[in-house]
């Protein structure tokens, strides 16, 4: 468990290394050497580190677990190398008509929307349904955070926002001349959508459409086109 802590849950480098000291102080493994060389390589493994990429919140092996078990339906150790091509090329063709009954789904349905609100309309329009359903429960928790305007330098203003009752705080920055807003627990950078604490801000200044900037092509209903 404390290890897991040490994998996802810390957005500083400092707070991290604290943490990665206290574990093995507790559990009496500095001296470790598989636990070493670990910390060696910790830019692979740390979400702390990786942070700044895109990962769409996905661990390492999602993907290729995933795909295992799709192409095990279709493939057999047995077949020649004509077999498995011919197989292969079914598996790509069931693949392709579930993503095109998937985009007829999405234009001829619309989600459920929490609340009658114009930011969550305007990400049900732009969004597709798994990544405005993503969006959505972002939104819906900011009434449970408060935001302190802390500074303003020109057109850059600073928020901390918090859980109500907690102390820990994340730092908002918005620039109001470049429309630009950054957290740093980073989400949108590894995700590609907005975190509540971004969105929290913009609800606080009246914003009521996502800005274009944070609105990425992949995850829009008109990526294709």
């Known amino acids: 468990m404390d290890f897991g802590k040490c994998v ?11 943490a990665w000291s206290d574990t093995l102080n507790k559990h009496k493994l500095t001296d470790n050497k598989w636990l070493k060389n670990l910390f060696e390589v910790k830019e692979k493994w740390a979400m702390v580190y990786g942070r700044h990429t895109l990962t769409a919140d996905s661990v390492s092996t999602q993907r290729s677990k995933s795909m295992n078990s799709i192409l095990k339906r279709y493939l057999r150790r047995s077949f020649d190398l004509l077999t498995f091509f011919k197989h292969y090329e079914r598996a790509l063709d069931d693949r392709r008509y579930k993503e095109l009954v998937a985009d007829f789904g999405m234009m001829h349905t619309l989600p459920v929307l929490v609340a009658s609100v114009k930011m969550l309309q ?3 329009e732009v969004y597709t349904p798994e990544v405005f359903t993503l969006f959505q429960k972002e939104y819906t928790v900011i009434g449970d955070y408060v935001a302190k305007k802390t500074s303003k330098y020109e057109m850059v203003y600073e928020y901390n926002v918090s859980y109500r009752g907690v102390a820990r705080e994340h730092l908002v920055k918005d620039d109001a001349a470049n429309q630009t807003i950054h957290c740093s627990c980073m989400k949108f950078s590894f995700d590609g959508f907005l975190c509540l604490h971004a969105l929290k801000v913009l609800n606080k200044k009246n914003v009521r459409r996502i800005p274009p900037t944070y609105i990425l092509n992949r995850w829009s209903k008109e990526a294709k086109a």
């Open 8 to 18: 996802y849950d810390h957005e500083e480098e400092e707070d991290w290394l604290l």
């Open 122 to 124: 305007h990400a049900e």
